[in-house]
């Protein structure tokens, strides 16, 4: 699904005339237009990309550890800790570096969920948009050349 047509969605659902959006006003959250929202809209966004990372390894590996953890007696958060967390912590680990890529760059959803609020809801992406729509490119150039940095990590 395109990200903004998931910032769509979440307008919808949370917006002053969305499905949740007249009860959370009266409960005093707000969610699009602020923070909250752009955290929602991120974490959609980027998400998928460490369960692409880690349900392959968690198919390839199978349930044979964790079924002995049960069986020897460990809970589910002994098991979670102990057995299942360091099988997968690499996977774990690379899908959070990709997310964490994505997220720094994401545009669409955060521009649809934050309303482009300077000084309260506005991220690098939507600036570089800013700053190249006020013609301003060196400036464009150098937030984005930054962006890439940030999001690429020197290892690759």
């Not at 969305?18 to 969610?31: E, V």
């Not at 000084?119 to 060196?138: I, K, R, S």
Request: net charge neutral; with cysteine.
């Amino acid at each position: 699904m395109s990200p903004v047509i998931g910032g769509m969605l979440f307008v919808l659902l949370f917006g002053l005339q969305g499905l949740f959006g007249p009860w959370l006003i009266d409960h005093g959250f707000k969610i699009i237009f602020a923070i909250p929202g752009i955290v929602i809209a991120t974490l959609f966004v980027t998400l998928p990309f460490v369960a692409r990372e880690l349900i392959p390894l968690m198919q390839k590996q199978g349930t044979v550890q964790e079924e002995a953890a049960f069986m020897l007696g460990a809970n589910g958060w002994q098991t979670l800790l102990r057995v299942t967390l360091p099988n997968i912590k690499w996977g774990l680990l690379y899908g959070i570096l990709l997310c964490n890529g994505r997220a720094i760059g994401e545009f669409g959803a955060v521009a649809v969920v934050s309303g482009h609020i300077i000084g309260l809801t506005n991220t690098m992406p939507l600036h570089v948009e800013v700053l190249y729509n006020d013609y301003a490119f060196a400036a464009a150039f150098a937030v984005a050349s930054l962006l890439t940095l940030m999001a690429s990590p020197p290892w690759r």
